[in-house]
Structures are given as C-alpha cells and as structure tokens.
C-alpha cells in the first residue's frame, strides 16, 4: 500500500462526518495493536489476539493456517457464507508520529538485520474492526442466517499469506465461502466515510532486484574503472521513458526504484550497485512488457558504459501476480448497501489505487465474487486542514501515517455488519 488517492466529485462541504465512536475497548484494543506490530509469518502474538476474540464470542478457532494465520468460523442456520479477511503484519518502518502508544517494536525478516517495525500500513485498524464484526455477529445472530468464515491472514505485505493460507487447506479444511469480503483503511478520505471500487480496486506488483556490475577501484582513477554507480544513475534515469513515451497514457502504471546500495568509502570505486525496484500495472501483459523494458534500458545502458556481455546486470524478479479486481453486480449492491446505512454523503469515489494486495486470490481461488472497499481514516480537522492548503496528509506507508481510531473503527463495523445482513439475510 501507499499512495493518496485521487478523490472524484468530492468538496470539503460534503465532506463533514457526523460524530462516531468505537466502543472503548476496540479502541484499547486497536492502541494496543497499533503499539505492538509484528512483521510478515511472525504475527503470533496479533494471531493469538484474534484467536482469543473469536473463541470468547463462540466462534471455531483453528490457528497456525498459513503459518501464522487464523480462521474462526460462526455457523448460524442454512444460508450462504461470507468470507471476512483482515491483514496482520506491520512494516519495517520507524514510526514518527508521536503518539502515545507509537510503536517501538522492533523485528527481522529471517536472518535480516533487526529494524523498527510500525503499523504504517493501517492493518492494526483491519483486525480491530474484525473483532468489533465478530463480536457484532455473534451478539445478533437473529439478524442474518449462514455462516461466516473470518479469516486473520499473515503476510499481506509480501503478498505472500493468501497463498500459503490457501494452500494449507483454507478452502477444503473450512466452509467455502460464497462472498468474500475485506476492507482496507485509506488516507484518501476522512475517517467516517467509505469507498467501493466499482471493479479496479489495486494494482499487480512486481518486486525486482537488480544488480550492476561494473570493474571497481581507485575513486582517484576512474578512468581505470567502470563505474557501477555511474551506471545505475544512468539506468535509474533511463526507465523514465517506459512510463513517459512508451505506456499508454490511458493504461495505469509505474515504476520506482525503492532501494539503491553500492560502495563502502568515498574514494572507492565498487564492483557492483544493486536497484530494488517495484512495477506496477492493471494487465499482465502490459506487467510483463514493463518488465522486458527495464531489462533492455539496463542492458543497453551497460553496454553503453563498455561493459562486456560477463558484466551485464542481472535481474531477478518475482512472479507476475493479479491485479485486485472487484466484482461489479456485488460491488455495486453493497455500495447502495453502506449508502442506506450511512447516508450518501459517506460513500465516496475514489480513483483506482496502485497499490497491491493478495485479497484477490481468495475470490480467484474459491471462484466466488470477492469485493474490498476503502475506509476513510483521516481525521476531520486534518482533512480540512490540508484541502484548505495546509499540511499534507502522510500516506500509507508513511512513518506518520496516523488514522483517528474511533469513527475509522466505527465505521468499519458498521460497514462490515452491514455487507454480512445483506448477504446472510434472515428469510
């Protein structure tokens, strides 16, 4: 996730939240998250948290699906059933919002350097409101009939849990669903107010790690070298066009290069740099063009530098994944859904996000239609503030990155509650 996402036909007038307020445990509960974050396969600790929420609202709890994640089914008379997912794992990022329950949690990935480890990306909000829905679900059972599989997944950030959920048996060891559901908290709106992607809802991502060779040296002879720093500068600048001349305008995509590492001393030249980039898009095959273009920007570049064919750069990429995709006729129920429930000025528009998520593969897997919404989570005053010309307000991903805990959760219970009574309606 992370990116502030363009609103469509909204104004600062229409946007005035009535006041909400999350029970004062969820809150509790969602600061105590917020404050203690776990990185990817290691969330045991938010894990057992769900686990306990879930059996003391009477719901069977199986845990360690996936590694580390958790399902808790809730079986309530015939009827269809829904699949509710919410995200666990935090970020390697060092948190600078000041709060006073700031994380100052600290994780690895595997055998990797220790580093700060924050909630940027809002999943502290996701398993809060997933226990606020369960213990809806359980409390007013005479209000919907079927059952709901609530799902707690590991390592949304490496777009790795769904899968290893799935392939531990998520849909043949538990009911399988009929709707599949998720929310994701946004910095886009304020806290109060929700989106439902019509259809795309997020991008496909690609992780690619590159390495620039070059022949090292003296930094006072460079001539008696080929300079990998040089070159990478020289690559990093070169993809530009792939998105600027070479992408069709009308076809969303992008390119970062988020990490670049090379050299040990200022007056050493080294023998390579390596870029980690991200690549983003809607289409595989426009995905897998991106791809192509990076690999031949970086070897003409190095072989512009006189680097021999031993030398070229060397490319590993993850596997082209899917793009988020809502399914319409259920994207467009629940939105007029949420608008009865909250009133129209809360349901928003929002331009598609290029950010990514697993949440497709449940629906993909399962074959049944699947819908993830927005849920606003910037406070009032400062949404006012910045669409009045002041501050900005940090994105997902950001180290101040902050949602205002109790309307975003409110909102999210209410919304979540809501989808299930339209879904598992009582006849």
């Known amino acids: 996730m992370g990116r502030i996402f363009g609103i469509v036909g909204l104004t600062a007038g229409l946007l005035a939240v009535p006041a909400l307020a999350a029970p004062v445990d969820l809150v509790t509960l969602y600061k105590d998250l917020h404050a ?77 350097p220790l580093t ?17 829905t369960a213990r809806w679900l359980a409390e007013n059972r005479r209000r919907w009939r079927g059952t709901v599989v609530m799902v707690g997944q590991p390592a949304e950030e490496g777009l790795g849990g769904a899968r290893a ?41 690609s992780s690619m790690e590159m390495v620039v060779k070059g022949i090292g040296g003296h930094g006072a002879y460079p001539a008696t070298t080929k300079d990998p720093v040089a ?55 426009q995905q897998q063009r991106l791809l192509d273009g990076i690999a031949r920007v970086a070897r003409g570049e190095a072989i512009a530098a006189g680097l021999p064919d031993a030398l070229m750069p060397v490319t590993t990429t993850s596997p082209v994944g899917v793009p988020t995709l809502n399914d319409t006729p259920l994207a467009t129920r629940l939105k007029a859904q949420f608008a009865a429930r909250l009133g129209t000025v809360r349901v928003v528009d929002l331009d598609p996000s290029m950010a990514s998520e697993d949440f497709q593969y449940f629906g993909l897997e399962a074959k049944v239609p699947s819908v993830i919404y927005w849920l606003g989570g910037v406070p009032q005053a400062k949404w006012d503030a910045a669409q009045a010309g002041g501050p900005a307000i940090p994105s997902l ?31």
Not at 191 to 202: F, K, Q
Not at 399 to 414: F, K
Request: hydrophobic letters at 45%.
């Open 36 to 112: 203690h974050p776990e990185l990817s396969f290691e969330e045991v600790r938010s894990a057992g948290i769900l686990a306990a929420e879930a059996r003391a609202a009477g719901f069977e709890v199986t845990e360690k699906v996936g590694r580390t994640g958790v399902v808790a089914v809730l079986r309530n008379g015939k009827g269809p059933t829904v699949l509710i997912r919410a995200d666990m794992d935090g970020l390697p990022v060092k948190e600078a919002t000041g709060l006073p329950y700031a994380s100052t949690a600290m994780g690895r990935y595997g055998n990797g």
């Open 397 to 427: 991903h950001n180290s101040g990155w902050a949602p205002d805990p109790a309307p975003t959760i409110a909102t999210g219970v209410e919304t979540m509650t809501a989808a299930v009574e339209l879904l598992l309606p009582v006849k």
């Open 231 to 285: 070159l990478a500068a020289r690559i990093v600048t070169g993809l530009q066009p792939l998105i600027s001349r070479e992408n069709d305008p009308f076809q969303p995509a992008v390119i970062t290069v988020g990490s670049i590492h090379g050299g040990t001393r200022s007056n050493i030249i080294p023998d390579e740099v390596t870029l980690q980039l991200t690549i983003r898009s809607y289409d595989a095959r």
């Open 165 to 205: 959920m799935i392939a531990d048996g998520l849909f043949t060891r538990f009911p399988k669903p009929d709707f599949a559901l998720a929310l994701h908290d946004s910095a886009a709106i304020p806290a109060g107010t929700v989106s439902v992607p019509p259809l795309r809802a997020l991008s496909i991502s």
């Open 116 to 132: 700060p480890v924050m909630h940027a990306c809002g999943h502290d909000i996701h398993m809060t409101v997933w226990v606020g």
